[in-house]
């Protein structure tokens, strides 16, 4: 997520960005679900988490498709849980199958790392030479948020995770916290998002966002008294010029 300050001369002279993955998943960002922050995650974490929900899946005498893994991009683990167990041949308790979830998840980060999305790597280092502060806005749990953080070494000023909001995507209270620790009205903020669920939760919040397509069938557009979002191939078309023109023209609506 990326705030916005505009002084006399109408140049924005700061922006605040949040990255979700898991996300996680965005200058507000995200790592969503239990995957990036990623509200916009910058991190290709989803291959990960299919083989973690496959191999839990699995001790529960199930099977797993990417069909079910797509229903689930950018929700809790909770729902995952719920969703596992409602499909297994001998689900386990809800506790086990999510420690079972997190363990197998912080064990492939370590051990394989987590690779950025293309472009990412080029917007954060242009963001952080502008001085503008980050937050990580994720679905995931402070265990895979952690795990992913120092796999990658990316540094965010906020960090919010799934422990530190009672209600998750797609409610607006997770990026309304990040706006909150940022000291930035929503509004002034860019969300950068890959899920429905995240495109949906900073739209609420009052975030103009910016979709990077990951999985985007179903996501919403524009909505009574929010205009939709700025859907682009890559983070490769995105710049500090391009995140100000957003923000810019969020306002002027």
Same mark, same amino acid.
């Given at each position: 997520?990326?705030?916005?300050?505009?002084?006399?001369?109408?140049?924005?002279? $700061? &922006?605040?960005?949040? &990255?979700?993955?898991?996300?996680?998943?965005?200058? &507000?960002?995200?790592?969503?679900?239990?995957?990036?922050?990623?509200?916009?995650?910058? *991190?290709?974490?989803?291959? &990960?988490?299919?083989?973690?929900?496959?191999?839990?899946?699995? $001790?529960?005498?199930?099977?797993?498709?990417?069909?079910?893994?797509?229903?689930?991009?950018?929700?809790?683990?909770?729902?995952?849980?719920?969703?596992?167990?409602?499909?297994?041949?001998?689900?386990?308790?809800?506790?086990?199958?999510?420690?079972?979830?997190?363990?197998?998840?912080?064990?492939?980060?370590?051990?394989?790392?987590?690779?950025?999305?293309?472009?990412?790597?080029?917007?954060?280092?242009?963001?952080?030479?502008?001085?503008?502060?980050?937050?990580?806005?994720?679905?995931?749990?402070?265990?895979?948020?952690?795990?992913?953080?120092?796999?990658?070494?990316?540094?965010?000023?906020?960090?919010?995770?799934?422990?530190?909001?009672? $209600?998750?995507?797609?409610?607006?209270?997770?990026?309304?916290?990040?706006?909150?620790? *940022?000291?930035?009205?929503?509004?002034?903020?860019?969300?950068?998002?890959?899920?429905?669920?995240?495109?949906?939760?900073?739209?609420?919040?009052?975030?103009?966002?910016?979709?990077?397509?990951?999985?985007?069938?179903?996501?919403?557009?524009?909505?009574?008294?929010?205009?939709?979002?700025?859907?682009?191939?890559?983070?490769?078309?995105?710049?500090?010029?391009?995140?100000?023109?957003?923000?810019?023209?969020?306002?002027?609506?």
């Amino acid at each position: 997520m990326f705030s916005s300050r505009t002084p006399a001369d109408l140049t924005p002279n $700061r &922006l605040s960005a949040a &990255l979700d993955a898991a996300g996680n998943g965005n200058l &507000l960002g995200a790592i969503d679900r239990a995957k990036s922050a990623h509200s916009f995650n910058p *991190l290709a974490v989803e291959p &990960l988490w299919f083989e973690a929900e496959r191999s839990v899946m699995a $001790r529960m005498g199930g099977t797993w498709a990417e069909a079910d893994q797509e229903q689930l991009i950018g929700g809790s683990l909770g729902n995952l849980v719920a969703y596992m167990r409602a499909r297994a041949a001998t689900p386990a308790e809800p506790e086990q199958v999510g420690r079972w979830l997190l363990d197998t998840m912080v064990v492939l980060v370590t051990e394989r790392g987590v690779p950025l999305m293309p472009g990412a790597a080029e917007l954060l280092a242009e963001i952080a030479a502008a001085g503008i502060p980050r937050a990580l806005v994720t679905s995931a749990q402070r265990q895979i948020m952690d795990a992913v953080i120092a796999s990658t070494g990316l540094v965010f000023g906020v960090r919010v995770c799934a422990e530190d909001v009672s $209600r998750g995507k797609p409610d607006a209270e997770p990026y309304l916290r990040a706006a909150a620790l *940022l000291g930035e009205p929503p509004g002034g903020c860019v969300a950068l998002e890959d899920s429905p669920r995240g495109i949906a939760s900073a739209q609420a919040a009052g975030c103009p966002v910016i979709a990077v397509p990951s999985v985007l069938a179903g996501a919403p557009t524009a909505g009574p008294g929010r205009p939709g979002p700025t859907v682009v191939a890559s983070l490769r078309e995105v710049d500090l010029d391009r995140l100000r023109r957003v923000v810019a023209f969020s306002a002027a609506r």
